[in-house]
């Protein structure tokens, strides 16, 4: 008797050696982090937020999501976009992002989007896309093209006038299509702003918007990013520049994790909270599957190596009762 319960004492020892470790894989890392100081990996660095403004407007109108985002911790770039044409302002934004260290979340309004679905493609850097009332073209397409895709945009009411009839053509040289394009004073408010603004605020920024010039609007776009890297996307459902249902086709054709925002096209002047909460979002979501799930590399390789050592002793004990049988 004193032998054969030795022997079972023997059989089931790796058993009861390797119950610690079974409670450290059900406990998961808050077990494995104990007794020898905290273990856990560093705060990951915040990525850095880059804000791209769109035409007839500059990089003022995101003073307060700026603000706002940097009051959280976020590095925050709102770099000007020159406006001369898709091809120079995306080479322009893609050498200004290779000079930020670390993970990027890359957002654009209105033209701005344009800009940077050309910018970002080959960036691993550039974690998220973000959208915010802003074009979102695939290759060879043209953004007052996307503009007249679907009724919405009042940028013309003719759409065979050469210049939209809302616009002011204003020369900067002898060639025909050497010229500035503003939006005319008396339509800026309905234009862009959709009539939410006071009449003060409206002139204010109608006697300081960026002009754009035809190039920007006629040359088409490259490789889009959005293909390869996750996008957001703002839709402002009163917008009369782009369009709300030309929003909503580039969202989906994009994939986009989308919100609705009753605002008009210069949502920053109206929203800017809506506009940060979805950066936010878009920063978070932007990292990688090991910080979501909250299972550090070493907790996950302890993890695997305590299974391990669980199948290895039930192989044990199963063979030590086959020996015992036999």
């Known amino acids: 008797m004193t032998q054969l319960r030795h022997a079972r004492t023997r059989r089931f020892l790796p058993l009861a050696l390797l119950l610690p470790t079974a409670a450290l894989i059900t406990a998961g890392p808050s ?3 104990e007794g020898a100081g905290d273990t856990r990996p560093p705060e990951r660095a915040k990525p850095t937020v880059v804000l791209v403004h769109g035409a007839w407007a500059d990089a003022s109108g995101w003073d307060e999501v700026s603000e706002s985002l940097q009051a ?4 925050v770039v709102a770099t000007a976009n020159p406006l001369r044409g898709l091809s120079g302002d995306s080479a322009y934004l893609a050498a200004r992002l ?4 670390g993970p990027i979340v890359l957002v654009g309004h ?3 989007g344009a800009v940077i679905t050309n910018a970002a493609t080959g960036n691993p850097a550039v974690k998220s896309l973000v959208y915010i009332a802003g074009f979102a073209p695939d290759k060879g397409e043209e953004t007052l093209s996307l503009a007249a895709r679907f009724p919405g945009s009042r940028l013309t009411d003719d759409p065979s006038a050469p210049v939209p009839t809302a616009v002011d053509a204003v020369p900067i040289g002898t060639g025909p299509t050497d010229v500035d394009l503003y939006i005319k004073p008396d339509k800026f408010g309905e234009v862009f702003l959709s009539n939410r603004l006071d009449a003060t605020r409206t002139a204010v920024l109608a006697a300081s918007q960026r002009p ?3 190039l920007a609007g006629a040359e088409p776009s490259g490789t889009p990013a959005w293909k390869t890297i996750p996008s957001w996307y703002l839709v402002a459902t009163d917008d009369r520049t782009i369009g709300t249902e030309n929003l909503r086709y580039m969202a989906r054709r994009a994939g986009s994790t989308t919100v609705e925002v009753d605002a008009p096209h210069a949502v920053m002047e109206t929203d800017p909270g809506a506009i940060t909460d979805l950066i936010l979002r878009a920063a978070h979501d932007s990292g990688p599957g090991l910080a ?3 299972m550090s590399t070493q907790s996950t390789a302890l993890a695997g190596a305590a299974l391990l050592a669980l199948v290895t002793g039930t192989a044990l004990v199963l063979g030590g009762r086959r020996s015992k049988q036999g």
């Open 31 to 33: 077990l494995a982090s």
């Open 72 to 75: 959280k911790g976020y590095p």
């Open 98 to 101: 290779k000079a930020i260290k």
């Open 110 to 112: 209105s033209y701005g």
């Open 212 to 214: 754009i010039t035809p």
């Open 292 to 294: 979501r799930t909250g």
